[in-house]
Structure formats: C-alpha cells, structure tokens
C-alpha cells in the first residue's frame, strides 16, 4: 500500500511540474515583457507586450511590420500601453488609460497609434475609428541589431522600440 501511495503522489508530482513548465511564459517563442517608467508629473507608463525575434527573417518582408499595414508592434495579443495620468505624445494628449499599442511604418516614418481597443489578438480586430491618438515619428538605425522586440522607456520620456535594425523614439510628458 505505502508503494503504491508513493507512486501516486511521484505521478502527481511529474504532472504538477509539467503542468508549471508550460505556464512559463517565459519559455514561449515570443515571451511576455514590461516595461514601465514614472514621469515627473507623477504619471506611471507601462507597456505590455510580447518580444518576438527575428531568427534571421527580414524584417518587412518575411516578418513584421510590413509597409503600410497595421501592426501590433509584438506579438501574440496587441501590445497594451497605459498611463495613470493625462500625458502629451509627441506634443499631442493623451487622457489617462490604457490603450492599444499599434504602428505603421512607411518608408521609415512611423504612426505611433493609441488605439481604445487595447484588449485584442494580433491586429484582427483594430478598427481605425477606435483610434484615440496617432502621432508620425522618423525611424532610425540602433547602435546595434535587436534580435528581440524591446521597448525601453525613461524618466525624461524618452520610449524607444528596438526591432532588428530598426529604433523608433517618441517623446512623452
């Protein structure tokens, strides 16, 4: 009986760490992320996201974005940012919230779009009337290639994404 008990609970044992092993996000293709800043004003930032890599796909061609199509800027669900107080985006502002985190990209110019939409899948429900604010920055090149999707954010405001050979900053306040 005692061996019999032991089996049973080393079974139950091997199905609960199997069970932890693939609830580690941490594990997937394109794990989750955050990234969060305080401003001056006191208004908390913080985006959620998920970084896929480039696994030597071309960016724009065989992996996102593509020119002038939405893209979540991520992967798997829409990439979520939120602020706890009124901010201005590139000069332009914001109401407190949380929103959904789009871009298009064009020849290098990008629209950052603040989308009211912010819990959805990939980009199959973004409905550009949901859009709440869209601002156009330029791109540029990073010091170095960014084999993940990252985002980092500053005191100053300063949220830059990193994808490939890609680097797009916006200002906040």
Do not use: H
Request: hydrophobic share 40%.
């Amino acid at each position: 009986m005692k061996k019999l008990l032991a089996i049973v609970f080393l079974i139950g044992l091997f199905n609960t760490q199997k069970s932890f092993a693939q609830d580690d996000k941490s594990k997937m293709p394109s794990p989750p992320a955050t990234v969060s800043t305080t401003l001056a004003s006191g208004a908390m930032v913080t985006i959620n996201y998920s970084q896929p890599a480039v696994k030597g796909r071309i960016i724009g061609k065989t992996i996102e974005p593509m020119d002038g199509k939405v893209w979540r800027t991520g992967a798997n669900d829409a990439t979520v940012f939120e602020n706890s107080k009124d901010i201005t985006v590139e000069g332009k502002k914001l109401a407190a919230g949380k929103y959904g985190f789009f871009t298009i990209v064009n020849n290098g110019e990008w629209t950052i779009i603040f989308n009211k939409t912010w819990k959805q899948w990939g980009a199959f429900q973004y409905k550009e009337t949901d859009d709440v604010l869209r601002v156009q920055v330029k791109g540029s090149k990073p010091a170095s290639f960014c084999e993940r999707m990252t985002f980092l954010a500053d005191k100053s405001g300063k949220i830059s994404l990193l994808w490939g050979d890609n680097q797009v900053n916006f200002q906040i306040k």
